[in-house]
Each structure stands twice: as structure tokens, then as C-alpha cells.
């Protein structure tokens, strides 16, 4: 039995999901959708600790496969994309997903330093980690196949891109009228 | 103040989503664990399909690979005989 190849998967699916969370909680905040009971604050709060917990995950994920025996895979060839021996593109994207989310949460403590419009133009680049964590998941994932995680790319999909059409609709929909 | 209190009840609601975030991820995990065992590709009924997913454009070095319950025995060139393979499934 080798249970770091469980917790490399499982820590992957986890993390995925996360990300999804926070992807989501940041479209919500930057669509400026103000639920009564949810200040911006609050919102901020919850996609961050997403995002910080979904990082955790991440760490967990590569490590659990540099130790892993079943998949050899070294730290190096996590580190760098395409450098795996194992489907080296959908890896790649893997690696690629993870730095561009070190580089996320860099840009987001460097916030008040870089200035608002500059952290922004960073922020987008969370877009690029979920859609590489998306690919590396269908392309290298050893459970890609399995029904509940088709249901569950699926659904994030589904959901993001639902989220995407409402943020695209509320900045182009015109200002209300003033009498 | 009212407004002191929906700032508070805000960072109540934080607090507590972001406990139960932490909770479901760690439940998830354990889960996941679960799954991942029950469909590794040594012991899950789909294997054939997931063994060679799982190795696909893995090349081993070593004299025999292991996956879960099931081994391979590398063929001994000094015995001459044809190599032994020994399935189980758990």
C-alpha cells in the first residue's frame, strides 16, 4: 500500500477544489455582489483563507508525490514543467498552476506596495491557475476517469463560467437611470 | 452601535465559514483518501484501465514493481524458467 500516492490524489482533488472556492469568492467580490449579511470584508476574509488553505493543499499534493514510489516522480521534475517522465505536458501544467499560485499570493502581500491597478492586473493570473489546475487534473489525474470527479470538473466548470457570465454582464450592463 | 455590530456579526460569519471551509477540506481529504484507496489501480475492478493510466510512460529500473496487491515477478535470466506472476486482489 502506498499512501502517499493516496494523499498525492486526494491532497490534488482537495486543493482543486479550493481553488475553485476562492475563484469563485473572487468573482463575487470583484462583481461587487453585497449579500446583506456578507460584508466585502468578510467575503475577503473567507477567499483568502480559501486561497491559503488551497496552497497548503497544493504543498501537500507535491510533496506527497516526490515521495511517492508508484508515479516516481522527483522534487526537480515537480519543480520545473515538462520535465517529468510521467505525461510531462499535463504535469507541466501542474507545476505551471502552482507557481503562477505562489505568484498569486506574493502579488496579493505585496498589495499595498504594487498599488491597486498593478495587483489586479496580478490577480487575473488566478484565472490562469485554475484553468491549468483544471487541465493537469483531466490530463494527469489517475481517478480522471471516474464518474464523481467528471461530475465534479463538471460542476467547477459549470460554476465558474456561470460566475464569469455574471461578472462579464454586470460591467457591461448600463448605469440605472437617475430620475 | 448598529454598525459596530453587523461588523461584528460579519467577522462571526467569517470566522465561522471559515472554520467549516477548513472542516470539509480536511473531511474531504480523508475521504478522498478513501476513495483513492478503494480505486487505486492495483485493487479496483476497473484496473486494467487504470494500471496503465496510472504507468503510462513510467519506465521502471527496478527487478519487480509493486502495486497494492498484486506483483510482478521480474523474469531471473539465471533460472532459466518463465517468470512467475502472482496476482491478488484485496
Known amino acids: 500500500m502506498s499512501y502517499d500516492w493516496y494523499a498525492a490524489r486526494a491532497s490534488g482533488v482537495v486543493a482543486y477544489a479550493l481553488i475553485t472556492v476562492s475563484v469563485l469568492l473572487g468573482l463575487l467580490l470583484s462583481g461587487r455582489a453585497r449579500p446583506k449579511r456578507w460584508p466585502a470584508f468578510a467575503v475577503t476574509d473567507v477567499h483568502r483563507f480559501a486561497g491559503i488553505l488551497a496552497g497548503v493543499f497544493v504543498g501537500v499534493h507535491v510533496l506527497t508525490l516526490a515521495l511517492d514510489s508508484v508515479v516516481p516522480i522527483s522534487l526537480p521534475q515537480l519543480l520545473v514543467p515538462g520535465a517529468s517522465h510521467y505525461r510531462p505536458f499535463w504535469v507541466g501544467l501542474g507545476t505551471v498552476a502552482g507557481e503562477l499560485l ?7 502581500r505585496l498589495k499595498k506596495r504594487l498599488g491597486f491597478a498593478r495587483w489586479k492586473r496580478w490577480h487575473y493570473l488566478s484565472f490562469a491557475v485554475w484553468l491549468a489546475a483544471t487541465a493537469h487534473g483531466i490530463g494527469a489525474g489517475t481517478d480522471a476517469n471516474e464518474q464523481w ?22 460591467t457591461a450592463a448600463p448605469a440605472p437611470a437617475r430620475s | 452601535m448598529p454598525n459596530d455590530s453587523r461588523i461584528e456579526a460579519g467577522r462571526r460569519r467569517a470566522n465561522a465559514s471559515k472554520r467549516a ?20 489501480p492495483g485493487t ?15 519506465s521502471s529500473t527496478q527487478g519487480s514493481l509493486s502495486l497494492g496487491g498484486g506483483t510482478l515477478a521480474s523474469p531471473s535470466p539465471s533460472s532459466g524458467t518463465p517468470s512467475q506472476v502472482q496476482t491478488s486482489t484485496s
Open chain 1, 149 to 170: 470527479l467528471r461530475l465534479l470538473y463538471v460542476c467547477a466548470v459549470g460554476s465558474v463560467a456561470g460566475a464569469i457570465a455574471w461578472r462579464v454582464g454586470r
Open chain 2, 44 to 58: 479496483a475492478s476497473s484496473g486494467a484501465t487504470g494500471t496503465s493510466r496510472a504507468l503510462a510512460g513510467v
Open chain 2, 21 to 40: 471551509l477548513a472542516l470539509v477540506a480536511a473531511g474531504g481529504f480523508v475521504a478522498m483518501l478513501g476513495v483513492a484507496r478503494h480505486t487505486h
Open chain 1, 102 to 108: 505562489v505568484a498569486v499570493a506574493v502579488t496579493t
